[in-house]
């Protein structure tokens, strides 16, 4: 059984950091591309964050560049996504993604249950 775990989440002020982590079971994560997304209340799930299945190659929303930090640990099955100088607008529920394409027309694909992150003064 695939799971996808997030962690982290909460209520910080603006300016504030946070540090979100998803732990993953029951795939060979050193397999998977991982990605974080988010979702504001009313809007649509964007794409935060990506890293390749080495770790090798990440890549982030305009908006989060220079303030958000992607990073994983294959031995320890676990995404992380160290966010910095939080805005009112970086509040939704984070999730986190895996993904892995074997071949053309094969891709394995999870989702986390999400973690909240509200920030507010």
């Known amino acids: 059984q695939v799971q996808l775990v997030e962690s982290g989440g909460g209520l910080v002020q603006p300016g504030g950091s946070l540090r979100l982590s998803c732990a993953a079971s029951?795939?060979?994560?050193?397999?998977?591309?991982m990605r974080w997304y988010r979702q504001a209340l009313g809007k649509e799930r964007e794409r935060v964050a990506y890293?390749?299945?080495?770790?090798?190659?990440?890549n982030y929303e305009d908006s989060v560049k220079g303030r958000f930090t992607i990073s994983r640990d294959n031995a320890k099955n676990t995404v992380y996504l160290e966010m910095n100088s939080l805005k009112p607008e970086d509040s939704a529920v984070y999730y986190c993604?895996?993904?892995?394409?074997?071949?053309?027309?094969?891709?394995?694909?999870?989702w986390g249950q999400g973690t909240q992150v509200t920030v507010s003064s």
């Open positions: 029951g795939v060979t994560f050193s397999l998977y591309d």
């Open positions: 993604n895996a993904k892995s394409q074997r071949g053309p027309f094969t891709t394995f694909e999870y």
């Open positions: 890293i390749s299945a080495t770790g090798g190659s990440t």
